[in-house]
């Protein structure tokens, strides 16, 4: 199986949500079921379906997230050599070449996408883009409203 990668805070937060569904959610859906067969026939019980429903879904996302971790291939951004070359991990500020807004992205790992933090998977069009590239270039981006043209003002890796 391939690695992939994923940031230092990103592992982090599989772990706390691993932790969670062990610790917190499975032991909770376990006592709804027992609950829910106590209440006797188990073909009409729509408590016992939506509970058993729940424990798949709590155990396929345990699967997923241990999969994920024993997989991942963990990187500090920080710990980075500060080159101004665009990698996986770095921030990016940008600037639109027709004098739009600057932006600031991190290249991230799929799972810890969030467009609204700035966070871009490293799968994005933006980000296939940027990787390789340093401070100074300009890139074009394939954007659903056409291709865009950006400056890289900064790399930082933090």
């Known amino acids: 199986m391939n ?17 969670r569904l062990k610790g917190e959610d499975r032991p909770n859906v376990i006592r709804a079921i027992a609950e829910a067969r106590a209440h006797g026939d188990l ?25 994920r971790l024993g997989n991942a291939q963990i990187i500090d951004p920080s710990s980075l050599p500060q080159s101004g070359r665009v990698v996986f991990g770095a921030t990016v500020d940008l600037e639109a070449e027709d004098g739009g807004a600057r932006v600031t992205y991190q290249i991230v790992g799929e799972d810890e996408t969030d467009i609204r933090q700035g966070m871009v998977s490293i799968t994005s069009p933006i980000a296939r883009a940027l990787i ?20 890289i003002v900064a790399v930082r890796y933090v």
Not at 48 to 58: K, L, N, S, V, W
Not at 132 to 151: F, L, M, T, W
């Open 3 to 19: 690695r992939f990668p994923i940031t230092l805070r990103g592992a982090e937060k599989l772990r706390v949500e691993l932790k």
């Open 43 to 67: 073909s009409e019980n729509a408590e016992y379906a939506a509970a058993r429903e729940q424990q798949g879904f709590i155990e396929g996302r345990i699967k997923e997230i241990e999969s």
């Open 132 to 151: 390789g590239k340093n401070e100074g270039d300009v890139v074009e981006v394939a954007a659903p409203g056409g291709a865009r043209s950006y400056e």
